[in-house]
């Protein structure tokens, strides 16, 4: 992607051009624009790559159809009329939700200051503050810079007045997840100001909702993530502890899933915040003790068929397996036969094969009577069959590679069937394909007991080769 930038008008004035000077009709003018400045190395990914409406009668060029929307908007809060504001607000979200450049364009034309002035003239109507909290959802979808203060402060609000309201919750908490995604401070601000407890509160109020249930667990999630590149360091850690000791957050999502047995989207959402939440050995244990290894388990053989929800499982129990203790309880519940199955069936898959792999690793790592489990079950041969599907993805080379180690590290009679199926040849592709398998390749060459050479790399430097 480009990293240069242009103004939505410059875009709009090439399309114009190609159609006034080049006579292009209005499809071909606009592709023709992007072609052009991307050639250049443009980002055009907040630009609205769209025909801009043709002049009204007294010639004035007409804005986009988002900025008109925005203008119907902002009268009908500026007068206000709250008869005419839930169809103005409608109209604007449904605009937002088309794409992100539409967003970007309303934003940069005041868009949040509108929509943040319709929530407050809606705070008292339950409906239209209901119409209000989703579109400023749809604003906020890839912006979450333009959430200030006291648009945290509305939310809360509205979380905390309105807990017993179902629909209002969700939109709230739609609002917090888009605000806090990709965005550090955000979060910080959010729990500070006591956002955890109402996440966790919200699954236990409407523990029977599937939708507040699920983005709920989802924003947890979020609390825990570490994805804002302009933060050196984030609080993710922080935030994990907090929603498990302060929050009783392990036990509010593994109850919650007694209540959506027959629905894997649900339940796929509550593994992936789990997983996130396993930063403490005491954590992952608490996982077991409280029933939430069982219903991994479960859904990984009853879900086989989606790979959006394997893949979950499987990071999932990858994650809890930081535990010594519970990597035998893992084995115990047979749960190696179904990541050794969950690799063969989506083999196609790279991340499916990526996380059963480590998840493998992991329940091998200091356990020579895991590996013997592993082995028995295909594990290895599982691992080396990703390896030949995916030659180019080095997440794949590298999980298989680190798997193979670890099963021959502390089991060496392991290294001659393994050997026998052809991981020698493997692992050397990995290691000549992959600078970053290197060393664990390398490693599980010299465990299996093969000869290894030495890399030489060209260092650039006086002398000339490093190894």
């Known amino acids: ?23 292009m009709d209005p499809e071909e003018a606009v592709r023709e624009a992007v072609q052009q400045f991307e050639s250049q190395g443009v980002d ?36 206000p ?50 119409r209000a909290l989703c579109t400023l959802c749809a604003l906020l979808d890839g912006q979450p810079d333009l959430l200030d203060a006291a648009g945290q402060e509305l939310l809360l609000q509205s979380l905390r007045e309105r807990r017993d309201d179902a629909e209002v919750t969700l939109a709230g908490l739609r609002c917090v997840r888009h605000a806090c995604l990709k965005h550090e401070r955000n ?17 236990v109020q409407h523990g029977r909702s599937a939708d507040v249930v699920r983005t709920a667990a989802s924003a947890l999630r979020v609390m825990t993530f570490d994805d804002d590149i302009r933060v050196p360091f984030g609080h993710a850690h922080d935030h994990a502890k907090m929603i498990v000791l302060e929050n009783d957050g392990l036990r509010v999502l593994i109850e ?24 403490r050995n005491e954590f992952c244990q608490e996982i077991v003790d409280l029933g939430g290894l069982n219903f991994m388990v479960t859904l990984l053989a009853d879900c086989m068929e989606h790979p959006d929800v394997v893949r979950q499982v499987l ?46 690793c992991v329940l091998a790592l200091r356990k020579p009577e895991n590996c013997s489990v592993i082995m028995e079950g295909g594990g290895a041969l599982a691992a080396l069959q990703a ?21 021959v590290s502390r089991s060496r009679d392991l290294s001659g069937p393994i050997l026998e199926m052809g991981a020698e040849g493997l692992i050397a592709e990995a290691r000549a394909a992959h600078r970053d398998c290197d060393d664990v390749a390398r490693a599980a060459l010299r465990d299996l007991g093969c000869p290894v050479e030495l890399r030489e790399l060209w260092t650039g430097q006086r002398g000339g080769l490093a190894q």
């Not at 449904?94 to 200051?113: I, P, S, T, V, W």
């Not at 919650?256 to 796929?268: C, E, H, M, P, Y």
């Not at 599907?389 to 670890?406: D, G, S, T």
């Open 387 to 407: 390896m030949k599907a995916h030659p180019r993805e080095v997440a794949v080379q590298k999980q298989a590679c680190m798997l193979i180690r670890n099963l």
């Open 81 to 130: 009329d709250l008869a005419e504001l839930p169809a103005q607000l409608s109209a604007f979200a449904a605009q937002c939700k088309e794409q992100l450049a539409f967003r970007h364009l309303a934003a940069q034309n005041g868009a949040y200051a509108v929509v943040f002035s319709a929530c407050r003239l809606a705070a008292g109507d339950r409906e239209l503050l209901l």
């Open 1 to 23: 992607m480009g990293s240069k930038q242009i103004a939505q008008e410059t875009f709009d004035d090439a399309v114009q051009e190609n159609i006034t000077e080049f006579e």
């Open 256 to 279: 919650a899933a007694k209540a959506f047995t027959d629905n894997s989207g649900v339940l796929s959402e509550l593994c992936a915040t789990l997983s996130r939440l396993s930063v």
């Open 315 to 360: 990071s999932a129990i990858r994650a809890v397996a930081g535990n010594d203790d519970v990597k035998d309880a893992i084995v115990d519940a047979g749960a190696t036969e179904l990541i050794v199955l969950a690799i063969s069936q989506h083999l196609g898959n790279p991340q499916i094969c990526e996380q059963g792999c480590a998840a493998l």
């Open 187 to 203: 979060r910080q601000d959010f729990v500070r100001a006591g956002i955890l407890p109402l996440l966790t509160g919200a699954i």
């Open 44 to 79: 055009l990914s907040n630009i609205v790559k769209a025909v801009r409406p043709p002049a009204s009668e007294n010639g004035q060029r007409q804005k986009h159809q988002i900025l008109l929307a925005l203008e119907s908007l902002g009268r009908a809060v500026a007068e």
